[in-house]
């Protein structure tokens, strides 16, 4: 048996004052820390920087968007010494200019021959039979590759029309150009639309909860959204670049309000709260992207490339200030500060400051102390083996630890309920954990300090060594949170990381569970090995030693 | 009676090398059931590490001390079932008062009948409730005895008990020591002071520098029939007189007209009837004590190393 109840009532009574305040005053602070941080917003700051960040890169992406748009519209058109030229079109620009030159050329072939047989023979009426014949054929192939490209449009209007082009060209060539021609597009335009519409009323009916109303507007806008694109390739006498600019920005900056809008999901039976926020979001949108455009618009006007313009236009609020700048204000952004307080703070240093200061007293009085003074005669002139009295010392000093941190466990608990519980930044797993891990650091200080405590038979050293070195290492975990990366790298000095190599504390890492996983029971179970073989290599040193009593 | 011929404490080439000088060296000596025997020595003479190795506090590098059979060392923890200790420094464990020491200190010890510590503590007349860190020397000092005192074990070992109290507790505790003497205990203490020594003890060993000198027997010391006289004379020429008689002058003062003669018993008439033709200014008798004693064994021992 080796406890003695009389030894561990003798130490309980030397240092219960020293529990009991040290206890007190640890759990009022952890107390204090958890219910002053859970009830003041003091995420507030943080939510702010982490907003702006978001914004900036929404506001980025809508730039971005905004001119992507803008550069498509204006790449519709080339512009060249004050003549605009189509380059894109829907589908009719190339095989209209190709069938037209084949209407052209196969009727000027058949007058041609016409003309000469007219003169010559009487053959020149079935000729022109001929080239009318012919000119059938090419509407007929024109019909055919415009219908192959509109699908099943009405193509009546189109062979008629196109009839009625050759025949006007053939009454008068030089009028083919203009007017026919703009009607001949207009025909096809009409046709492209109706395709459009049919399309979009098709598609819109096989949504679910598709209606015949929602199916219309769908087609109906699907057609004027084919309006407008097409109505931007149409040359026009009056084609000036720069309405044409203000036109595709304003479609742009539409085009971006709606879809910002959209994004909302307003329905009829939104409230209007919703909607009028849909609306201010929508219109900041709209703002952004004008800006944006606006911008863009003008650094080209002043001569910047296209890259260079771009890159002035999409930069946002943290795009203009310094990169490393901008890296720690994210970075602080992103910072868990209830993590940094109640773990990196106060579990690894500030919690067990009072702790420590108990560990390195009581272990100190527990033996060396009571043998510098000689007070251990008393108890060793009993029949107490000197075993006995190193495992009730260590007995009592782990008890006395184990009946703290199970207080300080407790307030801790209770503060976080009070605070939200497991809404609270830190959940009471985390917290259980916390109080595990700080508990096993002490664990270790404490087989640490009480070995020392059995080597040494003068207090000086004991408490210099025992205390001295868990002192430092305990300074070494506050220099070293400096350089840890709990600390946002603004305030933190990479170099200062090498104290935390100094200190046993750095095994308890509060990041780690934070992060969830379990690679913090490594540090836990070396700090758990620390302290055991400290008490073991105590109890034998102790038993052994001469003692100076 | 074979029983009582087997020493209960035994020390056997006890050494404890502390270098410079320092420590114990080759000690023998044992000690009888009932005995009281005494250990005296100057500061650092090595009485108290002679003490801490019989209560195996410290590990001998050579020899033993055997307690009852039992290695000090060894079963140190044993041996504390027959042993009482009051250490030389006191001090106290850090409790509130003195009640709660000897309390805690009677649990320890498995006492659960407190007469005996009452009657110690009445007959030391020591008011218990004190702090324990407010004390005086002399209270400590009693306190500790009722500590020491109340397991009433069969070995007492009191290591310097007297030092720093005055000269009326030193006579309660010449008392009481007598009382336990009494009671068949036996009883191993250090001291400075021979007089009480001379006073309790059956035996005193005499360690200087680490090793015991002499083991002088108090019984054998009284009934010595040496005596010694410091005479004065009135006038030289009586003095030059009496220096011319056989006498054995182990002193000589002739500025004062003083000698210091060492006579047997039985020559004390043939001085006297001397005396009567001289002129004596005073006569005294020089008590040949314990103190004596060592002071001449001492001496005889620093001429035998020059």
């Known amino acids: 048996m080796f406890f003695s109840k009389a030894l561990f009532k003798q130490s309980m009574k030397a240092n219960w004052v020293k529990w009991l305040s040290v206890t007190v005053a640890t759990c009022v602070m952890l107390a204090i820390v958890i219910i002053v941080l859970g ?49 894109g079109s829907p589908f009719w620009d190339g095989a209209f200019v190709s069938i037209k030159d084949e209407i052209t050329e196969a009727y000027d072939n058949s007058k041609a021959g016409y003309e000469l047989q007219n003169g010559v023979s009487a053959q020149g009426e079935d000729l022109k039979q001929l080239q009318l014949t012919t000119s059938n054929a090419l509407a007929e192939q024109f019909f055919q590759m415009a219908g192959s490209m509109l699908g099943d449009a009405t193509q009546d209007d189109l062979a008629q029309l ?65 309006q407008k694109g097409v109505g931007a390739y149409v040359p026009s006498a009056e084609f000036d670049i720069n309405d044409y600019k203000t036109t595709a920005r304003d479609e742009v900056n539409e085009l971006i309000r709606n879809q910002a809008y959209n994004s909302f999901n307003i329905v009829e039976t939104s409230t209007d709260e919703q909607k009028e926020e849909a ?29 260079e313009a771009r890159l002035q236009a999409t930069v946002s609020i943290t795009g203009q200030i310094d990169e490393k700048v901008a890296e720690a204000l994210e970075e602080l952004g992103n910072m868990d500060i ?136 305990l300074v070494c975990t506050i220099l070293g949170l400096f350089g840890s990366n709990v600390v946002p790298s603004a305030m933190r000095i990479d170099q200062m990381n090498v104290f935390n190599y100094l200190s046993m504390i750095s095994l308890f890492d509060t990041n780690l569970i934070l992060a969830g996983g379990l690679t913090f029971f490594i540090g836990f179970g070396v700090l758990a090995f620390i302290g055991v073989i400290s008490f073991i290599i105590g109890t034998i040193v102790f038993d052994r030693k001469d003692l100076p009593l | 009676m074979e029983k009582e011929l087997t ?44 003490i801490r190795q019989i209560m195996g506090f410290i590990k001998p590098q050579k020899g033993f001390v055997k307690i009852n059979g039992m290695d000090a060392w060894q079963d140190s923890c044993e041996i504390k079932k027959y042993v009482s200790y009051v250490p030389g420094e006191i001090a106290f464990p850090d409790l509130k008062d003195g009640i709660t020491f000897l309390k805690n200190q009677a649990e320890l010890l498995g006492i659960k009948n407190l007469d005996y510590a009452n009657y110690l503590i009445k007959k030391l007349q020591l008011d218990p409730s004190a702090n324990l860190k407010r004390m005086s020397k002399g209270m400590k000092q009693k306190t500790a005895l009722v500590a ?93 007189k009496f220096k011319r008689l056989r006498y054995k002058i182990i002193r000589d003062q002739k500025q004062y007209n003083q000698v210091t003669i060492d006579i047997d018993d039985k020559d004390i008439n043939r001085l006297f009837k001397t005396l009567k033709n001289y002129q004596v200014k005073f006569i005294a008798e020089i008590k040949f004590n314990l103190e004596k004693h060592f002071k001449d064994v001492l001496a005889e021992q620093l001429k035998g190393e020059k």
Do not use: H
């Open chain 1, 162 to 226: 196109i009839y009625i082009l050759i025949l006007t060209y053939e009454n008068n060539p030089e009028s083919f150009d203009d007017a026919n021609s703009a009607n001949l597009v207009e025909a096809i335009n009409n046709q492209y639309y109706a395709y459009v519409y049919d399309m979009a009323y098709d598609l819109a009916l096989q949504e679910e909860n598709a209606t015949v109303i929602n199916a219309t507007s769908s087609a109906i806008s699907a057609k004027e959204v084919a």
């Open chain 2, 7 to 50: 020493p209960l404490i035994q020390a056997e080439n006890l050494t404890k090398d502390y270098g410079q000088g320092r420590g114990v060296f080759d000690l023998n000596f044992s000690i009888k059931k009932g005995e009281t025997f005494g250990f005296v020595g100057t500061n650092g003479s090595g009485k108290t590490t002679t």
């Open chain 1, 39 to 87: 009830s003041l917003s003091i995420n507030d700051i943080r939510d702010s920087l982490k907003g702006v960040f978001a914004q900036a890169d929404q506001e980025a992406e809508l730039k971005e968007g905004a001119i992507d748009s803008y550069d498509a519209y204006l790449s519709s058109v080339e512009f060249e010494n004050g003549i605009v030229t189509l380059t």
């Open chain 2, 148 to 240: 020491a005192l109340m397991s009433d074990k069969e070995i007492l070992i009191l290591d310097e008990p007297t030092t720093g109290l005055d000269p009326l507790m030193r006579e309660t505790f010449i008392d009481l020591i007598f009382e336990q003497k009494k009671k068949g205990k036996t009883i191993l203490m250090s001291s400075q002071m021979f007089d009480e020594l001379e006073r309790t003890c059956d035996r005193v060993a005499l360690i200087f520098n680490g090793r015991i000198i002499d083991i002088a027997d108090i019984n054998e010391l009284k009934s010595s029939t040496r005596k010694i006289y410091k005479i004065e004379f009135l006038q030289k020429v009586d003095y030059q």
């Open chain 1, 279 to 307: 609306n201010q979001y929508a219109i900041a949108a709209k703002v952004i992207s004008n800006t944006a455009i606006s911008t863009y618009e003008l650094w080209l006007t002043e001569g910047a490339t296209v890259e």
């Open chain 1, 338 to 473: 209830y993590g940094l307080i109640i773990g990196s703070i106060f579990y690894r240093i500030a919690g067990i400051l009072l702790p420590m200061v108990y560990v390195i007293m009581v272990a100190n009085g527990l033996l060396a102390g009571q043998v510098d003074s000689g007070s251990m005669a008393y108890v060793l002139s009993t029949p107490t083996k000197r075993r006995t009295v190193s495992t009730t010392q260590m007995l009592y000093l782990l008890a006395s630890l184990l009946a703290m941190f199970a207080c300080v466990t407790a307030v801790s608990v209770v503060s976080i309920w009070i605070v939200g519980g497991n809404s609270f930044a830190i959940n009471f797993g985390e917290i259980l954990l916390f109080n595990l891990g700080a508990f096993l650091t002490m664990f270790a200080f404490a087989g640490f300090c009480f070995m020392c405590s059995a080597i040494f038979n003068r207090t000086k050293y004991s408490l210099s060594i025992g205390g001295g070195i868990s002192i430092f290492m």
